[in-house]
């Protein structure tokens, strides 16, 4: 699966570096595309400057033609003042016509050459308002000509101007594009690693729904490292969480889960059976998380797999509270019991026993077969101690051959004695210790009841020890009670 992934991968590099070929290829065609524009758009500013100096060359022409009208107008003008004249000349004549005859006859043909000069004057205005149409209409062509110059250029323009959107958007999808490509890269490089460290992370990483909390609907792959089981299991069937907790643990788990709707927290502690069949410790943190209306919608699971801290607990409560050669209470667990056995006569009215017991002959069969033998010794006696003893009762070992049995419930003081003979009876039996030695001791016991010597842990300890001794004194193998009365086995 490695190697298909990692020829996945590969294949997926090799279109990548194709597809930035393409890209790169893309650019420089629209690079290249975007040098002509700007070669297409030095032409036309090129062009604008030719247009933009013929244009002032016509200005010029128009500036020309406009001076030689005004100087026709001036010229016309004075021939208006000239016949201005001439009209009044001709009146003063008139009123000399009956006395000027001649001066009549050289007027009319002074009048003749002027009306000549008139008409001259006349054709010589037409000409020159034909010119000055002309001119005008030669005037609205350049205008029609300036128009159409200034619509083409304002035409270029728009073009030069749609020329730079489109470079902007065309850079600007480019700068999307890298974007887009690097948040993608980034959002690979991101999901790798998650997948990595969900795949090797010790927490497994689950989510479920409220209304059905153990219909899982996410769960990280590292859960088949953990359990064996594939994350499919899980999600494929809804019952598959709870049908493989620990079957003592099933009720604590369902209580626990109610609490959670009103803590919106939970951690919790229980056994989840493997694939092997074997069972495995789990701690379970779980999250309600906060819809935009407040209300929860989803639970977020953190899975451990706690079975070797817990082997190390029991480990540390064995050696806390246990004999680590015997595996029976200590002194500590032997306290802890004392106080219960107490508070619980107490309430009831009623009594407990004490024991306070050691092995006779014992030092002599340390000194005699060794260490190894006085362990397998005190082994056996454990073992024999218990059988002889109810469910409700509890021996400890203290330390050495010393031994504190603690019976509960008795309904007449008498009982005590009735275990105490069997407890001795069975230490006097022999004990095989290895194939070739066989060993016979006994045993003292002092007793204390509760409350008739003590209250207290401690007092019905120290009342025990002194009833013992008095069972030595009374040359061992039997018990004493700690009023002093002896009784033989």
């Known amino acids: 699966e490695l190697a298909f992934q990692n020829e996945e991968k590969e294949s997926r590099a090799a279109e990548l570096v194709i597809a930035n070929r393409e890209l790169a290829f893309q650019n420089e065609e629209k690079e290249s595309r975007a040098a002509e524009l700007v070669i297409a758009n030095r032409e036309l500013a090129f062009q604008n400057k030719e247009k933009e100096n013929r244009a002032a060359e016509l200005g010029i022409a128009n500036r020309e033609l406009a001076f030689q009208n005004e100087e026709k107008e001036s010229r016309a003008a004075e021939l208006v003042i000239a016949n201005v004249e001439l009209a009044f000349q001709n009146t003063e004549k008139e009123n000399r016509a009956a006395e000027l005859v001649i001066a009549n006859v050289e007027l009319a043909f002074q009048n003749t050459e002027k009306e000549k000069r008139a008409a001259e004057l006349v054709i010589a205005n037409r000409e020159l308002a034909f010119q000055n149409t002309e001119k005008e209409n030669r005037a609205d062509e350049l205008g029609i000509a300036n128009t159409e110059l200034a619509f083409q250029n304002t035409e270029k323009e728009n073009r030069a101007a749609e020329l730079v959107i489109a470079n902007v958007e065309l850079a600007f999808q480019n700068e999307e594009k890298e974007k887009h490509r690097k948040i993608e890269h980034a959002l690979q490089k991101s999901e790798a690693k998650l997948n990595f460290l969900l795949s090797n992370a010790p927490v497994t990483i689950f989510t479920c729904e409220v209304a059905t909390p153990f219909n899982m609907t996410y769960i990280s792959p590292n859960i088949a490292a953990i359990l064996g089981y594939s994350p499919e299991q899980f999600l494929e069937n809804c019952n598959f969480w709870k049908e493989n907790i620990h079957p003592d643990d099933v009720a604590q788990v369902y ?73 029976l209470p200590n002194r500590r667990k032997l306290h802890d019991r004392l106080q219960y056995a107490i508070a619980i006569n107490r309430r009831n009215h009623s009594q407990f026993a004490v024991f306070m017991m050691d092995l006779d002959k014992f030092k002599v069969v340390n000194d005699k077969l060794g260490h190894a033998a006085g362990d397998e010794l005190l082994k056996q006696v454990a073992a024999r101690i218990i059988n002889c003893l109810r469910d409700s009762d509890m021996v400890a070992r203290l330390g050495g051959d010393e031994f504190v049995l603690v019976l509960e419930n008795l309904k007449i003081p008498e009982a ?16 095989q210790l290895s194939d070739n030695d066989t060993v016979q001791i006994g045993a003292s016991i002092g007793i204390s009841l509760y409350p008739l010597h003590g209250n207290t842990p401690e007092s019905l300890m120290d009342h025990a020890d002194s009833a013992l001794y008095q069972a030595k004194d009374n040359g061992r193998g039997c018990f004493a009670y700690f009023s002093g009365i002896a009784k033989a086995q």
Not at 416 to 431: D, R, S, Y
């Open 255 to 327: 209580e626990n889960l109610s609490q959670l709707f009103k803590k919106d927290t939970l951690q919790h502690e229980y056994r989840f059976r493997t694939t092997d069949g074997s069972y495995r410790w789990m701690y379970d943190e779980l999250r309600l998380t906060r819809n935009e209306a407040g209300e929860p919608n989803q639970m977020i699971g953190f899975w451990m797999d706690i079975t070797k801290r817990k082997a190390i607990e029991e480990e540390i409560q064995q050696l806390a509270f246990f004999d680590p050669l015997t595996g």
């Open 416 to 431: 005590a004695e009735i275990i105490a003979l069997k407890v001795i009876a069975e230490l006097t039996l022999p004990f």
